[in-house]
């Protein structure tokens, strides 16, 4: 399966995605694509002689015409967002209709939507006093963090004293469930049935 990576920072889930023992066989990362002119994840991409595309410019505004080529060109079966913050146009949503992911550091539909990213989710989740979090895989849809959840993973929270100690037990699991979930779409275990997502 051919994957095309969407990221803007450091690139960790890139990186699990890429260490993957099990994903070696199944899982072929074609690109590595940011709305930055660098960041770096890109230095990640690199060290595992990756291509490397920016799609954005210094004022911040992003240049989609030529991301439909590329993505068709390279053959890329599933976009996977690991870390994008800009919101993907709705041309490219229906050209990958259920082939575009994108991992949330929280139990969706909780702690989402805009502005919900980063440190704000797990802030939220903090002062909410919530005693379990985790991390949710979801299909992109045109708007953020509302479409149909393809897994999740939970992680007991009930003894944190800060956001912080919660982004590290999140990110654990960010990186256990990614690798997971391309597992079995590249296995062709993912599908959609009577509009619910199943994996089996
Ligand atoms: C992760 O927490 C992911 O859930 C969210 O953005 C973060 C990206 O981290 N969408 P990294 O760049 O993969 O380290």
Redesign the pocket.
């Known amino acids: 399966m051919n994957i095309a990576v969407f990221?803007?920072?450091?690139?960790?889930?890139?990186k699990a995605i890429l260490t993957s023992e099990e994903l070696k066989q199944l899982v072929e990362v074609k690109a590595v694509i940011s709305d930055k002119i660098s960041c770096p994840?890109f230095q990640i991409a690199e060290n595992f002689s990756i291509p490397t595309y920016s799609i954005g410019d210094k004022a911040g505004r992003i240049n989609y015409e030529e991301l439909i080529p590329l993505l068709l060109d390279l053959k890329i079966d599933l976009i996977v967002?690991?870390?994008?913050l800009k919101l993907i146009p709705h041309e490219l949503i229906d050209l990958f209709r259920n082939r575009i992911i994108?991992?949330?550091?929280a139990l969706l539909p909780s702690f989402g939507g805009k502005g919900l990213?980063?440190s704000n989710v797990h802030k939220a989740v903090f002062e909410s006093s919530a005693k379990v979090s985790g991390?949710t895989v979801h299909f992109v849809d045109y708007t953020y963090d509302t479409g149909n959840i393809i897994a999740q993973k939970c992680v007991d929270i009930s003894d944190v004293n800060s956001s912080e100690e919660i982004v590290e037990r999140?990110?654990k699991i960010?990186h256990e469930l990614l690798p997971y979930v391309l597992k079995k779409f590249a296995l062709g275990k993912v599908n959609i049935v009577d509009k619910r997502v199943v994996v089996h």
């Not at 990221?7 to 890139?14: A, D, E, K, T, Y």
């Open positions: 990221v803007s920072g450091r690139g960790s889930n890139l994840a967002l690991a870390g994008f994108n991992i949330h550091p990213y980063g991390a999140v990110i960010e």
